[in-house]
């Protein structure tokens, strides 16, 4: 189980046109929403990447209006492990289990996945916070980050997995979020 106090989330280039053409891209959106809203409740480190933002454009505004503390680190590399700064601040978060969101799940997704079990990290994706253009693209890359020994996981469930209870502070926060 993941757990708060060990758990970072790690929201991925959800940026510009290529975020707008995503599959699925309403219901992205706002599970993306959900997630990001409820992960800043429960106080979870969050690393915020962008790729080659002066190219690829900001992140969305949907997610921005809830980013005003935070800085976007930026990057080339598709998996967010090839980034020295990405690297220091999952460190400095002392997170060994990290949540995954974001685009695109075949590639920057994948690639961070795997790139993270293989450091010793346990890995959630977040199967309805994160896209590609092609649901195909989406699904195999899911199967294959299941295969690599991840968890696969909603957006709602892992929201309710790191509160436990009912009687944890959040509570009524987070249901406000989801519903």
């Not at 970072?8 to 046109?17: E, M, N, P, S, T």
């Not at 999952?90 to 993270?116: F, N, P, W």
């Not at 994160?130 to 649901?135: A, I």
């Not at 469930?157 to 209870?165: A, K, V």
Request: hydrophobic letters at 45%.
């Amino acid at each position: 189980m993941f757990e708060l106090g060990n758990t970072a989330f790690v929201l991925v280039d959800v940026q510009g046109k290529l975020a707008s053409v995503m599959h699925e891209r309403e219901a992205l959106y706002r599970n993306l929403k959900i997630l990001l809203r409820g992960m800043l409740a429960l106080r979870v480190p969050l690393i915020w990447m962008e790729q080659i933002p002066e190219k690829m454009g900001p992140t969305i505004p949907e997610l921005t209006a809830h980013l005003d503390d935070h800085t976007p680190i930026p990057k080339a590399c598709f998996s967010c492990c090839g980034n020295d700064a990405f690297l220091q601040a999952l460190k400095a978060s002392g997170a060994r289990q990290v949540v995954m969101a974001g685009i695109e799940t075949h590639v920057c997704i994948y690639q961070t996945a795997r790139d993270l079990l293989d450091l010793g990290f346990e890995v959630e994706v977040v199967a309805d916070a994160v896209s590609s253009r092609f649901k195909a693209n989406r699904d195999i890359a899911l199967q294959k980050i299941a295969g690599l020994g991840a968890g696969i996981t909603s957006a709602e469930s892992m929201l309710f997995e790191l509160m436990r209870t009912s009687e944890h502070p959040a509570f009524r926060d987070i249901l406000k979020i989801v519903k």
